[in-house]
């Protein structure tokens, strides 16, 4: 990464972010940190603005207040080829994948490197393939469409397509939605070897209690229109708030903490 940027600093920093549209007010003097290697788990309520606070963090959304830092940088005083630095060093998987219907897997996980480097197209074809097998796909898989794939496969293609420009962090949106509980433990277990295999920080929304007890290291719970607490699991179920205390508390919670110790 350019030299402009404190690899030391948080990899992604928020501070008194203030979101809204029009009159309603979705976050308020919120602040969230991660740190470098870690996986954070981000959880609220159904309306508490977790996609909202996801696409603020990434710059899809400027917020109305507060500031966000890259490495250190405040992401308003970034230049364009800045911002573009940043870019490829975050990656997003989306709920459900999000590949191009019309491309093959391998050209879905091309598209990245098509749009960002000027590799040759044979070196982008082997890149992917690798990608491919780093996510735990067949060979075969490159050649086939989205709608050839099953939900657990569509998962891992878009995973792969987020790991082309070999990021430093990744934000993953309800990663195991939708898949059996076989599918959802190799999924976390994935995200763990990966992880440790490409120094990856993570940031995952989830409501998986089995995944946040499994491989988060801390845990942010979204409550009253800020981050009210950023710990690890043992921490943040003590914390006095009702929410916090049904999500924690309920029967399925204690269920997945047997599983997870």
Same mark, same amino acid.
């Given at each position: 990464? #350019? ?29 969230? +940190?991660?740190? +470098?290697?870690?996986?954070?788990? $981000? ?14 963090? =990434? ?9 966000? %830092? *890259?490495?250190? %940088?405040?992401? !308003? ?5 800045? %911002? ?14 999000? $590949?191009?219907? /019309? ?19 044979? $070196? ?5 393939? &690798?990608? !491919? ?11 086939? *469409? ?15 397509? /987020? ?18 509980? !076989?599918? @959802? ?8 070897? =990966? +992880? ?7 940031? &995952?929304?989830?409501?998986?209690? #089995?995944?946040? *007890? ?9 409550? #009253?229109?800020?981050?009210? !607490? ?16 049904? *999500? ?7 269920? @997945? ?5």
């Amino acid at each position: 990464m #350019d030299a402009i940027f404190d690899k030391s600093a948080p990899p992604m920093e928020a501070r008194g972010i203030l979101t809204q549209f029009g009159p309603n007010v979705i976050h308020e003097n919120l602040n969230f +940190r991660i740190d +470098r290697g870690e996986i954070v788990g $981000l959880v609220g309520g159904s309306g508490t603005g977790k996609s909202v606070l996801m696409n603020t963090l =990434l710059g899809l959304k400027e917020p109305e207040g507060g500031v966000v %830092r *890259y490495f250190g %940088r405040d992401r !308003i005083e970034l230049t364009p080829k800045e %911002r573009a630095i940043i870019n490829n060093q975050i990656g997003v998987l989306f709920q459900g994948g999000a $590949l191009f219907s /019309s491309l093959t897997v391998r050209e879905n996980i091309m598209v990245p490197l098509q749009e960002h480097t000027d590799l040759p197209v044979k $070196l982008m074809r082997e890149l992917a393939d &690798m990608k !491919i097998h780093m996510v735990g796909l067949p060979p075969e898989s490159a050649t086939l *469409y989205p709608s050839d794939l099953s939900g657990g496969m569509k998962k891992r293609a878009g995973l792969a397509r /987020s790991l082309a420009m070999d990021p430093d962090i990744l934000f993953l949106d309800e990663p195991t939605a939708g898949l059996d509980p !076989i599918g @959802a433990h190799a999924f976390d277990q994935l995200i763990l070897g =990966l +992880r440790e295999a490409m120094d990856l920080t993570v940031v &995952m929304v989830t409501h998986d209690l #089995d995944t946040l *007890y499994a491989i988060c290291d801390r845990v942010a719970v979204l409550v #009253d229109k800020h981050i009210a !607490i950023a710990e690890t699991l043992s921490k943040v179920q003590k914390y006095d708030h009702p929410w916090v205390k049904e *999500y924690f508390g309920g029967p399925r919670s204690r269920a @997945a903490m047997s599983a997870g110790q």
